[in-house]
């Protein structure tokens, strides 16, 4: 699914418009990326029944390229991760 598809059902289902739907979407990812983001914030989103979005710090580590099998160092990096909460799983597994 798309992000204008989801824009598309989430409009059907409440009645606003597309425009309004597309404003509360984009704010919603909006802050989520900036908690996120914050250089400092442990702080993860956590969206009951949904999921909880977190960043988890990866140490720095050597690495090979595949191709000339030189090795290099990866500096340490923060990346974001999901996990799904237990009713989403449900649903997903349909159990």
């Given at each position: 699914?798309?992000?204008?598809?989801?824009?598309s059902k989430v409009a059907e289902r409440?009645?606003?418009?597309?425009?309004?739907?597309?404003?509360?979407?984009?704010?919603?990812?909006?802050?989520?990326?900036?908690?996120?983001?914050?250089?400092?914030?442990?702080?993860?989103?956590?969206?009951?029944?949904?999921?909880?979005?977190?960043?988890?710090?990866?140490?720095?580590?050597?690495?090979?390229?595949?191709?000339?099998?030189?090795?290099?160092?990866?500096?340490?990096?923060?990346?974001?991760?999901?996990?799904?909460?237990?009713?989403?799983?449900?649903?997903?597994?349909?159990?």
């Open positions: 699914m798309t992000k204008a598809q989801l824009v409440t009645g606003l418009t597309r425009k309004q739907v597309l404003q509360v979407v984009d704010t919603l990812f909006g802050v989520i990326t900036e908690t996120l983001s914050k250089k400092r914030n442990t702080e993860p989103v956590n969206i009951t029944g949904f999921g909880r979005f977190a960043v988890r710090q990866r140490p720095a580590r050597v690495v090979r390229n595949p191709r000339t099998g030189e090795t290099m160092r990866k500096p340490a990096s923060r990346v974001p991760v999901f996990r799904p909460a237990k009713q989403l799983k449900q649903a997903v597994s349909g159990s």
